[in-house]
């Protein structure tokens, strides 16, 4: 019996170490200073390197900018909204003399998919393309027999297809240079399937499987992907207009779970090349890890208590 309780008392500490692991690892990944911004400046030789990134305009795509213009990135700044893309590659140029190009397109139109994606094959071909962020996206609120068909064929196009097109376009001269990243921005909602958020949580799972996958493909490539799964981030994304009128409300979190645009990208970046799903903060961890062993019913139970749906 003594034996039989020792032998216990052993897995239990080994599960226990191996949990506390899997927790603090990633907190000292994302905290130590960034690998893939150090071999970059290494590589390239007095040239600067170049990232495009998608939805720039605002949130996280904006913090990614201003963190990349920092380290010395000429940049590609996609979003819909001109005002916004002028006015934030003026402050960049201004600030950290880089040279930044705004590409206004919608990537709910194949058409402006397209020409972006032709343009990530233009600059990877030039070798002038050496980091790819698919950032757009955006959510809606509501039972999905509720919400208007085309905004859920829309999220498809932005979240999913575009990446994979863009992914693709810029695949090809990573691989010939042995070099490169790719970040896709995905959510912790892509461990929940929750009610309210059917094809938002849906499309980032999508995002994650995807990235793994491809991960997988190209190790010893040189080529890097990550899938970056925030939870709640100040940003305009919850002031949009879906979730204003569905009575959403900051207030009704913890302040524990919010982190800012900026802490999400210090953690992406210093990950990216070491961590292909990336979950910043330790309570967003705990979170998905929690929300992994727990009953879907409970989770979507505690999940109706904070959300308006």
């Not at 290494?42 to 305009?57: E, F, H």
């Not at 934030?88 to 972006?116: F, I, P």
């Not at 896709?184 to 094809?199: I, Q, R």
Request: hydrophobic share 45%; aromatic share 8%.
């Amino acid at each position: 019996m003594a034996g039989v309780t020792r032998l216990w008392a052993w897995i239990g500490a080994a599960a226990g170490g191996a949990l506390v692991w899997k927790l603090l690892w990633p907190e000292f990944v994302q905290r130590s200073p960034s690998h893939f911004l150090a071999s970059v400046e290494k590589a390239y030789d007095g040239r600067s390197p170049v990232a495009l990134i998608t939805g720039a305009s605002a949130g996280i795509g904006a913090a990614f900018a201003r963190r990349l213009a920092r380290a010395g990135y000429d940049l590609i700044l996609l979003a819909r909204r001109k005002d916004r893309l002028d006015a934030l590659a003026a402050e960049l140029q201004r600030q950290h003399a880089v040279t930044v190009h705004s590409l206004v397109a919608d990537l709910a139109n194949s058409d402006d998919v397209e020409r972006a994606a032709g343009i990530v094959v233009e600059m990877g071909e030039a070798g002038r393309l050496d980091l790819l962020i698919n950032n757009a996206g955006f959510g809606t609120v509501g039972a999905y027999a509720d919400l208007p068909l085309q905004s859920q064929l829309d999220m498809l196009s932005v979240h999913v297809a575009a990446t994979m097109r863009l992914t693709r376009a810029a695949l090809p001269s990573m691989l010939r240079q042995r070099r490169g990243g790719i970040i896709n921005v995905a959510s912790t909602a892509g461990w929940y399937p929750l009610a309210g958020n059917a094809t938002y949580s849906a499309t980032k799972r999508y995002l994650i499987n995807f990235s793994e996958s491809l991960q997988a493909e190209l190790e010893g490539t040189g080529v890097c992907v990550q899938a970056l799964c925030p939870g709640f981030t100040y940003s305009e994304f919850h002031d949009r207009e879906p979730y204003r009128a569905s009575g959403f409300r900051r207030e009704r979190l913890p302040a524990f779970v919010w982190q800012t645009a900026e802490e999400v990208v210090e953690a992406s970046l210093n990950a990216l090349g070491r961590e292909v799903v990336c979950i910043p903060g330790l309570h967003n961890r705990v979170i998905v890890l929690a929300g992994q062993l727990t009953p879907r019913r409970l989770v979507n139970a505690i999940w109706r208590r904070v959300s308006p749906v």
